[in-house]
């Protein structure tokens, strides 16, 4: 498994080699084979890598075969500006975006983590929110959810569909767009687009793994306040 953090930007932060040293050190300790530090610099320098961070097919299936990489997980980090409190402190937000890859370039993993933390320093506190991001998305990793081989079968066994989701009593574009955030980052989903927007209304097209009755599931488990209307078959009909 070959597990990279980075910001989308050229380079690798202090910051990101700590937070990805604490991760695989996590995952060898539960007995997963982990890319050593080594190997993934030079992993790092090679254009495939770079590729494969925007979910490239070809380029992970090179990685797989010159690094004998079964697993390529990336965790692209927003690190948002620290703010000073009345305490005098500084509080930051970490988020963290994770996609996974199989060596035949199938998506089987999506997940997106938060750590808020106070520091010191505007710096201490966006280290503090970083690792405690991390944490979360390593504890996400180790309950198996597309780590493991048996998950995997059984994860990648399921057909992609595409969904149809309209939504109605929406009450402005930003909730619209949360909604469509909120999609994205539902395990199983490889791609969501907003292709109308309008009259209180906003309809969604998503490429998911699963049917219908599963992203629902989904997207109410994770805390939505959607009220479901309709299913029938990919098309999903419900309301604010």
Request: glycine share 10%; hydrophobic share 40%; proline share 0%.
């Amino acid at each position: 498994m070959a597990l990279v953090l980075d910001d989308g930007k050229q380079g690798s932060s202090t910051f990101f080699v700590e937070a990805e040293d604490s991760i695989r050190k996590e995952l060898i300790k539960e007995g997963h084979r982990v890319v050593d530090e080594k190997k993934l610099a030079e992993i790092r320098k090679s254009k495939a890598a770079l590729l494969a961070l925007e979910g490239n097919v070809e380029a992970i299936k090179s990685l797989g075969n010159k690094y004998g990489v079964r697993y390529f997980i990336r965790g692209q980090v927003s690190l948002h500006e620290a703010r000073k409190n009345d305490a005098n402190l500084f509080t930051a937000t970490a988020v963290i975006t994770v996609k996974g890859y199989n060596a035949s370039g199938q998506y089987f993993f999506s997940d997106t983590v938060e750590g808020r933390e106070v520091g010191y320093t505007a710096e201490d506190a966006q280290h503090r929110a970083l690792i405690k991001a991390t944490q979360a998305m390593t504890l996400d990793l180790l309950k198996g959810e597309g780590t493991s081989e048996d998950s995997l079968k059984k994860k990648t066994s399921l057909e992609q569909t595409e969904l149809t989701l309209n939504i109605s009593g929406v009450t402005s574009f930003e909730q619209a767009n949360q909604t469509l955030n909120g999609c994205r980052a539902l395990q199983g989903v490889q791609k969501a687009k907003m292709v109308a927007y309008g009259g209180g209304k906003a309809a969604y097209l998503i490429e998911f793994y699963g049917d219908a009755q599963r992203f629902v599931k989904l997207l109410l488990d994770k805390g939505y306040s959607i009220n479901i209307k309709n299913i029938s078959g990919p098309l999903i009909d419900a309301s604010f």
